[in-house]
T-cell receptor, first 109, second 112 residues
Framework: KNEVEQSPQNLTAQEGEFITINCSYSVGISALHWLQQHPGGGIVSLFM???GKKKHGRLIATINIQEKHSSLHITASHPRDSAVYICAISNFGNEKLTFGTGTRLTIIP | AAGVIQSPRHLIKEKRETATLKCYPIPRHDTVYWYQQGPGQDPQFLIS???????DKGSIPDRFSAQQFSDYHSELNMSSLELGDSALYFC???????????FGQGTRLTVV
């Protein structure tokens, strides 16, 4: 079983819809990261969380440490949000990232 | 703002050849991580360096080696290339004060 599980694996939605991507992990962490990967491969860090909630523009990330669960929300989704969204964790004393399998999001105009 | 720079962006090599991938971290970042992402797969951790010393090692083949230089740039050396080495190789950098990782655009290596 992977240490990091994401759901759904694929998500297609209409422009304007509210999007939720979930991430569960099974080990203790120092931080959880949400990353975005566009076709062509480049990875962009969206959020790094160790507790609570962060917001950046239309993106919101939450984490529940007790439940070992995080969600990434996108409000007013837009076709340019189409990408693979990856949840990754870093462990205490060892900051390398362990990645989830990613969620491929497609927003249809 | 300066980002993590990787070179080359694309590389095509034949089997059994060698390849060298370079990573230039964000200025004042002291930690570099290398990841390998095969087609349709999650990125996998290869190796990391902190202050020019290897700090952690993942699933890196013995055919690969890496180092971090005095200017903090890092190079990943890959020898006796195999078809299965074809992948996107990412470098990320961070500081010990703020462990958020910033990624380069990756080097896409194709072994033919």
């Amino acid at each position: 079983k992977n240490e990091v599980e994401q759901s759904p694996q694929n998500l297609t939605a209409q422009e304007g819809e509210f999007i939720t991507i979930n991430c569960s992990y099974s080990v203790g962490i120092s931080a959880l990261h949400w990353l975005q990967q566009h076709p062509g491969g480049g990875i962009v860090s969206l959020f790094m969380l160790s507790s609570g909630k962060k917001k950046h523009g239309r993106l919101i990330a939450t984490i529940n440490i007790q439940e070992k669960h995080s969600s990434l929300h996108i409000t007013a989704s837009h076709p340019r949000d189409s990408a693979v969204y990856i949840c990754a964790i870093s462990n205490f004393g060892n900051e390398k990232l362990t990645f989830g399998t990613g969620t491929r999001l497609t927003i249809i105009p | 703002a300066a980002g993590v720079i990787q070179s080359p962006r694309h590389l095509i090599k034949e089997k059994r050849e060698t390849a060298t991938l370079k990573c230039y971290p964000i200025p004042r970042h002291d930690t570099v991580y290398w990841y390998q992402q095969g087609p349709g797969q999650d990125p996998q951790f290869l190796i990391s360096f902190y202050e020019k010393m290897q700090s952690d090692k993942g699933s890196i083949p013995d055919r690969f080696s890496a180092q971090q230089f005095s200017d903090y740039h890092s190079e990943l050396n890959m020898s006796s290339l195999e078809l299965g080495d074809s992948a996107l190789y990412f470098c990320a950098s961070s500081t010990t004060a703020n462990t958020e990782a910033f990624f380069g655009q990756g080097t896409r290596l194709t072994v033919v």
